[in-house]
């Protein structure tokens, strides 16, 4: 019977191969794949937050670990689906318009995957009504906005503006970040809350749905 504690310790150490082929083994002997997900999965990826927030690991061992965790995800989100089992929520992620920069958006949307999440990434240069309009078809719980130049954060506000005026603020609740952002930004513009670094962003989005 498969060792479901090897999948957790394999996306711990960013181990791609052996934690997709310790998930094979588990779906092929009938194992319950949220089982898998909520009780060897996240946690390994919370653990990899921990590591990371007590500079444990850095940028690159969180790179490889989502990396695992994503291509982990893809062998169990069809049991998932079919089992009708809802995400922990829906996020929508994308840079602001102006902005090109996503190495931090990225490393963002892999964790939140990780974490149980749904997530569309939109990319880089997004427009307020792309992020509005993407936000209305996914039925979105979170809008997560990342600039790295102070010269786009104000498309930051322009976004919650055009949520507003879609008639969608008060369904989403919006989180920013990059390396510009800070929390006095934050409130300044309305957002709900603000992350320095993507383990914090994972925490604050599970505290964005509870809420």
Request: charged share 25%.
């Amino acid at each position: 019977m498969a060792d479901l504690q090897k999948i957790h310790d394999a996306i711990v150490k960013g181990d791609a191969k052996t934690a997709t082929a310790k998930v094979d083994e588990a779906l092929s002997e009938g194992r319950d794949p949220l089982d898998i997900v909520n009780n060897y999965m996240i946690p390994a990826m919370d653990e990899v937050g921990r590591r990371f927030e007590a500079n444990e690991y850095f940028v690159p061992e969180l790179l490889i670990a989502g990396r695992a965790m994503k291509l982990s995800l893809e062998k169990i989100k069809p049991r998932l689906a079919s089992q009708g089992v809802e995400p922990k929520g829906r996020v929508v992620i994308g840079t602001v318009k102006g902005d090109l920069h996503d190495i931090g958006k990225n490393l963002v949307g892999s964790l939140l995957e990780g974490g149980g999440f749904e997530v569309t990434d939109l990319g880089v240069d997004v427009s307020p009504e792309n992020f509005a309009k993407a936000a209305q078809e996914k039925n979105a719980s979170i809008v997560a906005l990342s600039a790295l130049l102070t010269t786009t954060m104000p498309s930051m506000r322009t976004t919650i503006e055009a949520l507003r005026s879609a008639g969608l603020r008060d369904q989403v609740k919006v989180m920013i970040g990059g390396a510009a952002v800070t929390q006095d930004f934050a409130k300044e513009i309305g957002a709900d809350g603000y992350s320095d670094n993507a383990a914090g962003a994972v925490k604050l989005a599970r505290q964005l749905v509870e809420a």
